[in-house]
Structure formats: structure tokens, C-alpha cells
């Protein structure tokens, strides 16, 4: 019997808190491990005919200085990662626990077609390697010793013939190494809080889950096998997969998935995006990933559903998703105050918001054709109420964008065309019977009302009063089971985390904080962290209403990706709506507002900074009411403070931090409970505390 002396020696490279994490990048797989049913995670070792001694099994971080709320921070404080235990052994295995001992001095020695599943605690990324220290046995079969190597992101996917899958059928192959002799060997290239410790955790998982999603650029898109395999592809071999193109210029890009699919697609960004800037901040990465798409922009003005080299494949184009662009430019230009950007791209936004009102006709709606690829919904077509939220939305945007650059007159037909939409919509889609809007106002009349659309035309503004949001928002909320909110459009007992973002924000906006958050805690918290499928670490892209990890888009369950950037809505959500810190109009935060919405919450801090300086609020309440705000914002700005109403009359005090008298003092009445707010106008940036007293 053969048998062979290896040693794991690193097992890929990982990304501290803060420094590393906005210059993270992968490898052209990402080395991601799966939990099992106590909530770790794996890699697993195959071996083909042959014995095996590993001498360490490890991952490399520099370590970080003490940081608020480290408890949280899931990016790894050291380079070196020693797996947490072995989670399963097969064959002739002796000592692999020893691969766990910190230190990554142990050795374990396998025998022939043996393989043993480690474990990590939670999806992690990099290159691996290993040292070989010697083969026992015959030396004339050395040649056909091999070292096997899977991965996978859910417990339920283990599997000691390769990993989980990319593409539309199958599972993916283990990555083999030929081993001949000892020896080096390596695969190829290729702050927020609250009081409520789940919530936290919910956020920093959204931070993680986006720096999973950032890679080296030229490590991009696993859909190799893109319009070959397909769902009705009979697949009885694990395939082959790579990750080796290069999607965008620069040295980081922030792509849809970890796993996959490692491209650049707009409307995931919306969601990914915001929570990257609210978190890492890292938005050089969203700017060579907007530019990446921006290229691709046609003559008509239409820009790309994904990037490349998705659409050099399936030539297919999205009306949702080329908005979504337009959206993106706008959200960097906010985020970071880069006016020689906006001004660069402002042409091709023109052009881009143009194209998109020749799909508008005589209903004031736009009409898209029918199956128009979105989020991969079904039944995209027509008068769509998503679509038109969508539009209208951007249409306000741009109105905004254009007053930043004083070009007003060559956008003067924007505002027209946004206050038809509104009221079409909201005369042709709405149900009141279902006190929701429905999918499109195709005849025989639709039972469809979708997810998408009513959280959209709540967080869009297309909703043309108070009252419908509410309802909107008390509608959607009776939809919810033990396991998220169910996206019907979705083509089957759909879960989609990306629409569920939105929805989240909807809540926020229909002055019903208390159910965002309760959607954050058991859909976010509940589910997609602390079921023992899931990674404990990264969010899934989507699964089914029964709790299932099926995702109807897709016939290949293990090909759903379980680190999926556009399901990190409640990391911005939590941060721009529940802390209530918000930029305005103005890009970087020349002007601001803080408008808090506890949701049930006790205390909540949040920050970011800009160009301008540091933002950042820290919020008290008390018997389930406002009680005080810490402001800091940068000398300079000028915002607004937002009090919620309540039923009984309170007195607002403004007082700068330093002491330097009442600078302020309102009396608010007794008023709604639900959405109202007073506001505060024209507060000078700097240091504030606002108590409100009742």
C-alpha cells in the first residue's frame, strides 16, 4: 500500500478587519468552506490512491488594533487560519484532528481513497497549498498518486468527489494534484450597533458578505459553462470550473457572489453598494465595477444586464437593471462627492434615462416586452408596477443630478414624465381590495401583487399618499411565514433576500420601523445566519418560502450562492433608516439628515465618513420613545433633525457638545403615531446632544 507524507502547509490568503478588507481580493475560486449542523465549516480533502501526512492545515491576517464592537467583526485578525475541528473522516485516517492544533505544526497521515472534512466556523477565501513530505510504498505507481481538493458554502453539499456547483447541472470538480514526491505545491490563481447583539450581527455580516463578493479582477466569472450546461443537461461527472477572466480594470471589483457568479451586475450593486459604503467604505471598488459597466453602453443608451462576459454570451437586456446603472452612478456620486466623475458620465446618463422614456406610451407608463430578464423574476412585461417605481425613482435622480451641474434644461421633461408614472400607476395598479398594487394592468386583470413592486413604489415614492404605504406595508407584512417574505413573482415558493431589501427599506419609509426591524431579527438573523445550513457568516441568494434551500431560478440547488452581496440590505437599511443618518442631496454630505427610527431598539449607534469628514449619531430611547441624539457631523455641512411625533406633547433642546448654551429649543405637539415627524431645518454641522424631553 502506498502511502504518502503532505503537508497543508497554507490553505489561501484572508483579509483583516479594516485595512486588508478594503483592499481584499481572491483567488480565481474562492476558498470557501461549509458549516456543518453546529454551525462550522468545512473544506474537504480528497485522496485517490494513496496515503497522505499533513503536517498543517492553515489559512494567512495581520493582526489589528482593538476596535469598537471587534465582537462582530467576522473578517479574520490573523492571516492564519487553523481549522476549528474535523467535521468528517472516510477511509484510513490517523491523527487528522492533529491538522487542528494551533500553531499548524501537526501532522496527520492518510491511506489509500481516504478523505477527512475540516472545518472553519465560517466562509473564508484564498489560495491553497501544501507541502508534501514524502510518499511510502511503491514508487513505480507514484505517477499515479493524486491529492484532491473540494469545496463547498452548505453542509448540505459535503461531498468526497467534488464541490458545489456554478453551473445549471452537476456539482463542480475537486481541484487534483498530481503528487510525485515531497515537496511545495499550490493551486492555481486564479460600523453599525444597537443594543440588540443579533442585529449587530446581521450588519457586520453584511459588511463580510460583501468583502467575500470583492475580488482581484481578473479572477472573475465561474459560469464557464454558461449556455452549455443547463438545467436539462444530464450531468453523471463533476465538471470543470476556473475562475480566470478578467471583468473589470483596477484591483479590486465588487462582483454579485463569492462563488458565483464573480461578475458585475447593477442591480445588485443598489443593495451592495450602499452597505459597502456604510461599512468598509471601499469605494474605489464601486467605481471600477460602475466603469465596467458604464463601457458597455451602446449608441441607443442602453446599458449592459451584467458584465462582461455575460452578455457576450446571452444577448439578452434588461430594462430594470440598465436603471440600475443609472441608480449606481448616482449613489457613487452621493457617497463620495466626486463631481469630475459624475461629470464625466453625465452624457451617457442623459442618453441612458432618454432611451428608457421611448418605453413609455399612451397610459404615461412604461410598456417593456414581455419576459424582459430582471432579477430573475418571472412575467417582466407591460405596464409593470416594479418597473415604473423603477423609472420613476430614476427619473427624480437625474432631476437632482442635473441641478448639481446646472443643466436643468436639458432634463426639463424629466419631471413631467415622473408625475405621470405616479399617476397612472397609482390609478391603473392599485387593488384595494388587496390594498396592493398589482404586477401590471394586463387584461383578464392579474391576482399577481408582487414583492417587488410594492416595496419599490413605497421606497421610490410612486405611492401618492401616507395612508397607502401604511397599507402597502400592513399588506406585505401578513405575507410573512417563520422564514422570510415571499416574493410570489419569484416563479415558485420564492425567498429573495435582494427584494426583501427593499422591502426592509419600505417599512422604514411607511414609518413602521418596528417591522423592519422584526424582519431584520427572524428573516436576517433567525434564518439566514443561525440555521445550521447556512454559513453563520454570509447571506444566501435566495431559497424558498418552506424553508427549503431550493431556489426557483435555478433546477441545480447546490449552484445557489451562500455569499451574495445583493442580500446585505440591512446594512445600509439599518444604518441610513433605523440610526435615521442620511446624505441629502449633495454629494460626500454637504447636507445631511438625522431622522432615528428605533423600531423597538433601546440605543443605536452609526457612522461613515466622506471627502468632508466623519458622520456618525448615537441614539437613546426610552418606554419605547426617542430620548436623546449624539450628532457629529463635519464643520461646514449644514442638516436637518427629524423628531418622531407621538401622543404626547415633548420639548426638543439642541445644545453643542461643548457646552456652549441652548442653541435650540422647540415644543412639539402631540401628533401621529405612525409616520409624522418634526423637523428641524438648517442646523449648522459640528458637535450636537438633542434631548427630548415629554
Known amino acids: 500500500m502506498n502511502r504518502l507524507r503532505l503537508s497543508i502547509y497554507k490553505l489561501g490568503e484572508v483579509f483583516d478587519a479594516y485595512s486588508c478588507l478594503r483592499h481584499s481580493w481572491f483567488p480565481s475560486r474562492p476558498f470557501s468552506f461549509v458549516r456543518n449542523i453546529l454551525g462550522i465549516y468545512t473544506a474537504i480533502m480528497i485522496l485517490s490512491s494513496l496515503s497522505i501526512n499533513l503536517l498543517a492545515l492553515v489559512v494567512v491576517s495581520t493582526k489589528v488594533a482593538a476596535v469598537p464592537y471587534e465582537e462582530y467583526i467576522l473578517t479574520p485578525n490573523s492571516r492564519t487560519l487553523i481549522p476549528a475541528s474535523v467535521y468528517n473522516v472516510n477511509g484510513s485516517v490517523i491523527s487528522s484532528e492533529a491538522l487542528t492544533a494551533i500553531g499548524g505544526s501537526g501532522s496527520a497521515s492518510f491511506g489509500p481513497s481516504s478523505a477527512v472534512t475540516y472545518d472553519f466556523e465560517k466562509n473564508i477565501a484564498g489560495i491553497v497549498s501544501f507541502n508534501v513530505g514524502s510518499i511510502d510504498g511503491d514508487g513505480d505507481k507514484d505517477a499515479d498518486q493524486f491529492i484532491g481538493i473540494g469545496f463547498t458554502e452548505s453542509s448540505l453539499w459535503i461531498n468526497e468527489n467534488g464541490c458545489d456547483a456554478t453551473a445549471d447541472a452537476g456539482i463542480d470538480e475537486a481541484l487534483w494534484f498530481p503528487v510525485t514526491s515531497g515537496g511545495y505545491y499550490k493551486s492555481r490563481d486564479t460600523a453599525s450597533t444597537s443594543n440588540d447583539d443579533q442585529v449587530n450581527r446581521v450588519w457586520y455580516a453584511g459588511a463580510y458578505t460583501n468583502d467575500m463578493c470583492t475580488i482581484d479582477p481578473t479572477a472573475g466569472n465561474s459560469l464557464v459553462h454558461l449556455g452549455v450546461i443547463t438545467s436539462n443537461s444530464t450531468i453523471t461527472e463533476p465538471v470543470t470550473w476556473w ?52 463601457v458597455l453602453q451602446n449608441s441607443s443608451g442602453a446599458l449592459p444586464y451584467a458584465g462582461i462576459p455575460f452578455t457576450t454570451v446571452l444577448n439578452t437586456w434588461s430594462f430594470t437593471y440598465h436603471l440600475h446603472s443609472l441608480i449606481d452612478i448616482h449613489d457613487y456620486y452621493l457617497f463620495t462627492g466626486d463631481l469630475e466623475y459624475l461629470q464625466q458620465h453625465w452624457g451617457q446618463f442623459k442618453l441612458g434615462m432618454n432611451f428608457s422614456l421611448g418605453f413609455i406610451d399612451e397610459t404615461k407608463m412604461a410598456n417593456l416586452p414581455k419576459d424582459n430578464p430582471d432579477w430573475l423574476r418571472v412575467g417582466m412585461g407591460g405596464h409593470n408596477i416594479e418597473a ?52 401590471n394592468d394586463s387584461l ?72 423592519a426591524v422584526e424582519m431584520i431579527k427572524f428573516m436576517w438573523g433567525d434564518f439566514m445566519l443561525d440555521d445550521p445550513r447556512m454559513t453563520n457568516s454570509t447571506f444566501i441568494e435566495g431559497y424558498s418560502t418552506d424553508g427549503t ?68 449619531v448615537k441614539i437613546i430611547g426610552e418606554s419605547g420613545r426617542l430620548a436623546s441624539i449624539d450628532i457629529t457631523t463635519p464643520a461646514g455641512t449644514t442638516g436637518s433633525i427629524s423628531v418622531p411625533y407621538t401622543n404626547q406633547t415633548a420639548m426638543v433642546s439642541i445644545q453643542r457638545k461643548n457646552g456652549a448654551g441652548v442653541s435650540l429649543t422647540h415644543q412639539i405637539p402631540a401628533g401621529n403615531l405612525t409616520n409624522e415627524k418634526y423637523i428641524i431645518e438648517g442646523v449648522a454641522g459640528g458637535n450636537w446632544t438633542v434631548t427630548i424631553t415629554y
Open 243 to 294: 475562475n480566470n477572466f478578467t471583468v473589470a480594470n483596477g484591483t479590486s471589483v465588487l462582483t454579485d457572489g463569492a462563488k458565483r457568479d464573480r461578475l458585475v451586475w447593477p442591480g445588485d450593486i443598489a443593495i451592495s453598494g450602499p452597505s459597502v459604503f456604510v461599512s468598509t467604505n471601499d469605494m474605489i471598488t464601486i467605481k471600477n465595477s460602475l466603469d465596467s459597466l458604464l
Open 388 to 439: 415604473n417605481s423603477i423609472l420613476y425613482y430614476t427619473l427624480n435622480l437625474g432631476t437632482k443630478l442635473s441641478k448639481v451641474l446646472n443643466d436643468s434644461a436639458a432634463t426639463a421633461s424629466w419631471p413631467g414624465y415622473a408625475s405621470g408614472i405616479k399617476t397612472a400607476a397609482n390609478t391603473n395598479l392599485w387593488d384595494d381590495t388587496a390594498r396592493l398594487y398589482r404586477d
Open 444 to 515: 383578464p386583470l392579474t391576482t399577481l401583487h408582487p414583492q417587488d413592486g410594492n416595496a419599490w413604489a413605497i421606497f421610490s415614492g410612486l405611492v401618492n399618499s401616507p395612508s397607502r404605504a401604511i397599507q402597502v406595508s400592513d399588506s406585505l407584512a401578513a405575507r410573512w411565514n417563520q422564514y422570510g417574505a415571499p416574493a410570489p413573482e419569484g416563479g415558485g415558493n420564492v425567498v429573495s433576500p435582494f427584494v426583501s431589501g427593499f422591502e426592509i427599506q419600505a417599512h422604514y419609509l411607511a414609518g413602521r420601523a418596528d417591522r
Open 549 to 616: 434551500l431550493h431556489y426557483a431560478p435555478y433546477a441545480n440547488d447546490p449552484r445557489v450562492s451562500h455569499a451574495h452581496g445583493w442580500s446585505t440590505g440591512p446594512t445600509s437599511a439599518l444604518t441610513f433608516h433605523g440610526a435615521g443618518l442620511l446624505m441629502v442631496t449633495s454629494g460626500a454630505g454637504k447636507t445631511w439628515s438625522v431622522a432615528p427610527n428605533l423600531g423597538g431598539l433601546t440605543d443605536v449607534e452609526a457612522g461613515f465618513e466622506t471627502s468632508l469628514g466623519s458622520y456618525a
